[in-house]
């Protein structure tokens, strides 16, 4: 077996983006550039991975992790330099490197398989993978020669009017004999329109000592797209989302308008699953079998099991057990788990508590920092005063508890198990099982207040 090594660039500011972000770091369907080309390079399998980062080299590393080895490009001088900077750990390897660019999210494993296929058909010592391209500018043209075959590729800047007619451009992806390509590297000068040290010369470089250069075009533009700018970046996020929905789509989730559906790359669902028009389901969310997603409902980071229904409400950061029915309007904060059969109404907010199973909170409530056990009902109105201005407090409801509406529970508090909270009750001592508390001002009424005219 051929040993296969990789290099990814990264280094670039992306100025054209006009952001504090460096370029490779935003996200497309909620994950970084620079992430969604390391997965696909994960998919085929190499041996040493090189991470090639300059601008905002910490916060590359923390998002890609320890698996790779990084070299840093302190000044970045173009492409070519960039690979170079891989030099004194790649030069004397034999084998395959596999060069891609940061900012092409929309690549996947499939085509760097294609396009290693074909270099080791071809027995090429550089292919390149290429696309057709329906508006070429901007991008590195492919000129073939007479027989068709590549002879170098020009940039757009430094292309003749004729160049840049050619609708077949570079997509910065390449397969290289890895130590040809660090020889030619070293004869790469920077006398082109934008001073810089270009990658795809080695192309000339190489032919011109009569080494074989193949290409392999991509059979979508549409995969091999790059991120220059936020235009593009809306585009790759819109290709992007169709693919992903459309792979949900095809593994039984009823999506009603994909247009309008945002589903992160990391996140799963289950099979039966229907889908409103803007649900955003984020992060590495889990949502299970015949769950009802409904319209603008967002999800971020949570684990949600089968046949529960969301209808426009916020759940972050949470865990949701089978049949839980939550909203329209509720919130639920991170930490929070509802277990079985709960039942948050509308506009309700629960933040770092638990509900046991078959709980309800129906309607107007705030359960902050709150354990509440099974089969309790908050009434309407009910509020966990679990904040001094100072420190936070829990309370605890224990198992069939019925708080009455509009109460105050004055945390720390504990309310026992079978006990009555009488409707307007501000509690503030714990009150034992199967006790009713009632804690409100007795009702006085003065006859005949307002006298008669
Ligand atoms: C590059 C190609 C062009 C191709 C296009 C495809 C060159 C000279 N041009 O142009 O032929 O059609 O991609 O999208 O290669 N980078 C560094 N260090 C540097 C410069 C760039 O790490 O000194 C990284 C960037 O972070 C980016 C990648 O290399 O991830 C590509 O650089 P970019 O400036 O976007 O190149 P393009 O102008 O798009
Ligand atoms: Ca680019």
Redesign the pocket.
Known sequence: MTNRYAVI????Q?TRMKSKLY??LHPVCGKPMVQHVSDALNQVGFDETVI?V?HGAEAVKAQLGEEFHYVL?AE????G??VLQADELLKDKKGITVVL????PLLTGETIDALIAEHQAKQAKITVLTALAEDPT???RVIRGANGLVER?V?HKDATVEEQKVRE????TYCFDNELLFQALKQVGNENAQG?Y???DVIEILQKQGEVIAAYQSPTFSETF?V?DRVALSEAESIMKKRINERWMRAGVTIIDPAQTYISSEATIGQDTVIYPGASIQGASVIGSECVIGANSEIRNSVIADFVEVKQSVIHDSKVESRVTIGPFAHIRPGSALGEDVRIGNFVEVKKSSLAKGSKAAHLSYVGDAEVGQNVNLGCGTITVNYDGENKYKTTIADGAFIGSNSNLVAPVHIGENALVAAGSTITEDVPHQALSIARARQVNKENYKKSN
């Open positions: 660039l990264a280094a670039g992306g370029k490779v090639v300059g490009q970045q001088l173009g492409t330099h960039a660019a940061g900012d092409t901007g991008y590195g590729v940039e451009i570079n997509t910065s810089e270009y990658l795809p790059g220059n």
